[in-house]
Every structure is written in C-alpha cells, then in structure tokens.
C-alpha cells in the first residue's frame, strides 16, 4: 500500500481527465442523453448505499464500492456490464479490500434480493435475477479493468483534519461530511484528488452556514479554481435533484440504457445452471 496518495495508483493511474471521460461514455451517450446518463449512475449510487446500510458496512466501504463501479463504467459502455451485476459485486469487493470481511454469498444475494424488493421495486419490478457465481465472475473482470488498483483515498480524512485545523461550530462537520457522501453521485471522485473535494466541500458548508472560510482557504495555497469547479459541478447535483424524481423517471432511462445481448433468466439463475451471459 502507498504511504500517502501523491504515491499511490489512485493518484498515479485513477485522476482521469474529464475530457477522456467523455470520450468514453460516447457509445452511451449515442443512446442517452447526458442527463439520462448521469441519473442512471446516481441511481446505482443509491442502490449500492442501500445495499451497504441493509449490509452494516461502513460509510467509507460504500465509498469504495461506489468508485469501484463508477471506475468501471468511467473506461466500459453500460452494454458491457449489467450494471445490476456491478453493483452487488463493487460492494463485495470494497468489503474485502476495506477490511470489513467477507460477505457470505448467501447473505450478499439476499440483500440483493430484499433491497430491490423493498426499495427499487418501481426500477426493478423482477426478481433480482443474479447468483453468487456472477458476482465472482464479474468481480474477476472489475480487477482486470482496474489492474488491481484496489487502495483508495477518500475525502473524510483530509475533511476531519481541516475541521480540526478550522476550529469551527461542531455542526459544520456532518454538513460537510453529507456533501462529501453526495458528491460520489459526481464525476469529481473520478477527476479530483480527494483533498480538493473535502475543501470544496467544505467551502459549501460553510456557504450555507454563513460562515465566512476565504481567508482560510488562500493560506491553504490550493487551487481555488478546482475548488470552485468541484463545487459547481456538487452544486449542480442538487439543482438536477430539486426536478428528479426518481419513482417516475428511473425505469423509462434504464428501459433506454444500451444492455448486454442476453442475461440469465430467473429460472436458470435459480437452479444454478446460467451461464456468463451478463458479462459480455
């Protein structure tokens, strides 16, 4: 493991550049609008924080997952990968990684199972068709894509350390820490090292808080227009937010979302013969 993320393979191989970004979603984006495309990766960003609280883990487990997926789908077209398949198997392996332990198979299909029941049933009104065998299939191709670049640095270390150098109100850090939780529904985990997003976060707590963090912020010697656009880009999430609505909206965008030319039907999921055809 890398002692400090400026060494790391998070820093060193995963800080894409937002125009490469886009270049990859092209083939989506021939059938999605950006708008779609960006609330498809919202609502699997909601379903792995579903499956993590359903499964106790740790917020920065879910973190973890949840990066894992977007990586994927930041270098793979959505048609590659069921991204029903992805989920599931993020969460496995950001379990694994993070030192949360392993998940029993039968307990990981289950919370599958229950979470899209009870939760995304207006999404998914199925039964959630995918056995264990999938998720490790898929979890072989997830390191692959990522070659093996599993460490992981998150926004709530730096996040804690400035709010203990700020000395300010003991409300200011579960604001910030909530933005920090939203801004996985972004592209700047992908694009960002994450000491500028616990500062743009930050900066935007302190925004609604009226608390003035200027000052601050140019002793800090960082680039305010990062931090600004990190802040735009979090900030434009909740503006989508306020006109989406979820229920009504999500299964007509996945019904459009390009898929793999075949998946496993419920009966041959359950009797444990299917085969790999969610992984294209």
């Given at each position: 493991m890398a002692g400090n993320f400026w060494q790391s393979s998070h820093f060193q191989q995963w800080v894409l550049d937002p125009p490469e970004l886009f270049?990859?979603?092209?083939?989506?984006?021939?059938?999605?609008?950006?708008?779609?495309?960006?609330?498809i990766m919202i609502f699997f960003a909601n379903f792995i924080q579903s499956l993590g609280e359903q499964l106790k883990l740790r917020q920065q487990v879910i973190a973890t997952a949840t990066i894992y997926f977007k990586r994927f789908y930041s270098r793979n077209s959505l048609k590659c990968i069921d991204p029903w398949l992805m989920a599931p198997t993020c969460v496995f392996l950001a379990s694994k990684v993070e030192e949360f332990?392993?998940?029993?198979?039968?307990?990981?299909?289950?919370?599958?199972?229950?979470?899209?029941?009870?939760?995304?049933?207006?999404?998914?009104?199925?039964?959630?068709?995918?056995r264990i065998n999938l998720v490790l299939e898929c979890e072989f191709y997830l390191l692959e894509m990522m070659d093996c670049c599993l460490v992981l640095y998150h926004p709530y270390r730096p996040l804690t350390e400035y709010f203990k150098e700020l000395q300010q109100d003991e409300s200011l850090f579960p604001l910030a820490w909530r933005?920090?939780?939203?801004?996985?529904?972004?592209?700047?985990?992908?694009?960002?090292?994450?000491?500028?997003?616990?500062?743009?976060?930050?900066?935007?707590?302190?925004?609604?808080?009226?608390?003035?963090?200027?000052?601050?912020?140019?002793?800090?010697?960082?680039?305010?227009?990062?931090?600004?656009?990190?802040?735009?880009?979090?900030?434009?999430?909740?503006?989508?937010w306020k006109s989406y609505d979820e229920k009504k909206e999500i299964a007509a965008i996945l019904e459009k979302m390009p898929k793999p030319n075949?998946?496993?039907?419920?009966?041959?999921?359950?009797?444990?013969?299917?085969?790999s055809q969610a992984v294209q």
């Open positions: 270049k990859n979603r092209q083939a989506d984006l021939n059938v999605l609008t950006e708008d779609g495309y960006q609330k332990g392993v998940i029993s198979n039968t307990r990981l299909i289950s919370t599958c199972q229950a979470v899209v029941k009870n939760k995304f049933s207006h999404a998914h009104p199925l039964e959630y068709p995918y933005i920090v939780n939203d801004s996985l529904r972004t592209d700047v985990c992908l694009t960002y090292p994450p000491y500028l997003i616990s500062l743009a976060c930050l900066h935007i707590a302190c925004v609604i808080q009226q608390k003035d963090l200027r000052q601050w912020l140019a002793e800090c010697n960082v680039d305010m227009d990062k931090i600004l656009e990190i802040s735009r880009q979090i900030l434009a999430l909740y503006e989508l075949t998946s496993p039907t419920p009966t041959s999921a359950q009797d444990g013969s299917q085969q």
